[in-house]
């Protein structure tokens, strides 16, 4: 009969490896993206804050146009979401947990990713009994 090779199961083993990385690579993106949205909602309110001061101060001699805008912009406050505002040293560890994410977590699990592929790739020439693999295992 058909006798599997000893490389096999060490591909199998790899790929799921791989697989357990590859969510646990989702997992640690989802973080970086529920750490952006609250940088971002962070940044908007100051915006709009500075947007509407300037835009009361340049109507200041037309009375009509600042009730007419003032009663605009309650409405629009009525539909926005009420949130705390981060002080300035959380708001820093945040950015700071972000970019430690990105550079510890995501991009070694982005090199062992590659670097199981790069074991699979080999293993597969050596088993096909090609001396290509040779070639690559001494360039590797």
Known sequence: MFEVPEGFGHIDKLHHFGRQL?????IYQSYVLIIERILDR?????SAAKSTHNHFASHSAHKNEDQQ????GVIAAEHQTFEVPLASAAT????????RINLYALSEI???LDEKESLVFMVCLFLR????WLILLIEF
């Open 22 to 26: 590859a969510v646990l690579k989702r």
């Open 42 to 46: 962070q940044k908007l309110p100051d």
């Open 69 to 72: 805008t003032l009663s605009k």
């Open 92 to 99: 820093v560890r945040f950015e700071r947990l972000r970019d």
């Open 110 to 112: 982005q090199d062992c």
């Open 129 to 132: 009994g090609t001396e290509d």
